[in-house]
């Protein structure tokens, strides 16, 4: 029986670089300590390819609540305010309805 060598099994696909770039930024953005001073900085890594790092800067520079400051050092600044409830779409409540379900018998 022929012995299978490490170059014939099936390795399963990893993430690309848009991938793995978006998920550090992304985990960046959503770590607390960022989340409470609504700033982050996100630096440029040796494995960060150049169409990688276009590609995700460029979304980042689509989303409107978000504010980027590019950096001499190559490093990015983003920024973001605090969500307040007036820049949401008001919710209209309806009066005099009834209970939406009958109650319990018990």
Known sequence: MPMQTASTT???PGMSGVERLS???SSMIN???AQTQRWVLVHR???DGDAEWEEVMGLLME???LDLTFNPDGSVLVRWQR??????DEVSVEQGCGPLAPAAPF
């Open 31 to 33: 770590h607390p300590v």
């Open 23 to 25: 998920l550090r930024v």
């Open 10 to 12: 099936l390795q399963p």
């Open 45 to 47: 890594l040796h494995s």
């Open 63 to 65: 989303t409107p609540e």
């Open 83 to 88: 969500h307040t409830g007036q820049q949401f």
